[in-house]
């Protein structure tokens, strides 16, 4: 069994792909840019996982911190001093996480599936419920990020109003 995820970043998609890997002794690709691509072969025998975030604000936020600490997928549990976020940075990674799955082509697969992080990260079911399976996510096998944005980011209220604006615009389908 193949699957294939595609994450815009910040969607718990390792938390995911270890567990397929772990419970299921799966292939899983994991791609984080829409131009990434398959080939038929791959993609064919595949089952896509569109992971998504609910809440974009916050998985930028989260993607803007470690992008600029660097903690990927390895925490250093530094301690991360209050501090204003780069609006362009945090405007052009909104976008982007916006806009990600536009133009990924997902006919190509077997099966589309979406799984959004706010569910595997509540339910523990939830993540192979969606693929088929009653089986439960084992948390232990990936780190919970140790930041709380809310005490790192001081300038919060002025990102928000600009994810307001994008998220108006792109609801209106009004280039931003």
Not at 10 to 35: C, D, P, W
Not at 129 to 144: A, E, F, M, P, R
Request: a positive charge.
């Amino acid at each position: 069994m193949h699957f294939t995820i595609y994450s815009p970043s910040r969607t718990g998609s390792h938390l995911i792909a270890k567990n397929i890997q772990n419970k299921l002794n799966a292939t899983v690709v994991q791609l984080y840019r829409y131009e990434d691509k398959l080939d038929d072969s791959q993609s064919s025998n595949s089952i896509c996982i569109r992971n998504r975030r609910r809440d974009t604000f916050s998985q930028t936020l989260s993607e803007v911190l470690n992008y600029i600490h660097n903690n990927h997928n390895r925490y250093t549990y530094q301690i991360l001093k209050p501090q204003n976020l780069d609006i362009t940075l945090f405007r052009n990674l909104y976008i982007k996480n916006l806009k990600f799955f536009k133009d990924i082509d997902t006919s190509i697969f077997q099966k589309t599936v979406d799984i959004y992080f706010e569910d595997v990260i509540s339910d523990p079911y939830y993540l192979f419920n969606q693929l088929g399976y009653n089986i439960v996510t084992d948390y232990s096998l990936c780190q919970k990020s140790p930041y709380d944005y809310n005490s790192i980011v001081t300038n919060i209220p002025e990102l928000k109003k600009i994810a307001n604006r994008i998220d108006l615009l792109h609801k209106n389908n009004i280039k931003y």
